[in-house]
T-cell receptor, first 113, second 114 residues
């Protein structure tokens, strides 16, 4: 086990609704990254947080937003859900050095209907 | 721009066979890191190995071995004497010093049958 925990594990939402996903990072890791993995694809980077600030962002619209808390846990918020947002959302924690290995949680499976 | 290509979408082998998963990458950076992750049906990405661009030594860990060749921009993964528990999707990923994100390939689905 990596020590990275995500909640909930599964979620079903209706198009247009908002959702919040949560991630607790591994002890000692102050950097959290979020990835979206569509079925049959590799994970795609959404954004990264370091010391409560957004540190980098992938090609995702502003309705994808996040937070990092002083204990380094993090939230991913998605507004105005679309059917294409249905995916596995993965959280990874690491140290800020890009060469450090990122350890992933078990993911949250989001289904938008 | 960075890109990781895993040309093999699906591989099926019989238990005890050796299997090699291919990974080819593109980056303009001279400092970068390569990774392999395993994703079982449960969904969690399990870290297998990290290699930096200055270390071309091959690595062996039990039945797993990795071959890093900068000349061909490849970082291939071999499983020796495969087992049913090796069945999973395997991802190769790249991160460079100029980026924040792991860039993943599309993954190779490995099925090992008894």
């Amino acid at each position: 086990e990596t020590g990275v925990t995500q909640s909930p594990t599964h979620l079903i939402k209706t198009r247009g609704q908002q959702v919040t996903l949560r991630c607790s990072s591994q002890s000692g890791h102050n950097t959290v990254s979020w990835y979206q993995q569509a079925l049959g694809q590799g994970p795609q980077f959404i954004f990264q947080y370091y010391r409560e600030e957004e540190n980098g962002r992938g090609n995702f619209p502003p309705r994808f937003s996040g937070l990092q808390f002083p204990n380094y846990s993090s939230e991913l918020n998605v507004n105005a859900l679309e059917l294409d947002d249905s995916a596995l959302y993965l959280c990874a924690s690491s140290y800020p050095d890009r060469g450090d290995s990122a350890f992933f949680g078990q993911g949250t499976r989001l289904t938008v209907v | 721009a960075q890109k990781v290509t895993q040309a093999q979408t699906e591989i099926s082998v019989v238990e005890k066979e050796d299997v090699t998963l291919d990974c080819v990458y593109e980056t303009r950076d001279t400092t970068y890191y390569l990774f392999w992750y395993k994703q079982p049906p449960s969904g969690e990405l399990v870290f297998l190995i990290r290699r930096n661009s200055f270390d071309e030594q091959n690595e062996i860990s039990g039945r797993y071995s990795w071959n890093f060749q900068k000349s061909t921009s490849s970082f291939n993964f071999t499983i020796t004497a495969s087992q049913v528990v090796d069945s999973a999707v395997y991802f190769c990923a790249l991160i460079s010093n100029s980026g924040y994100a792991l860039n993943f390939g599309k993954g190779t689905s490995l099925l090992v049958t008894p």
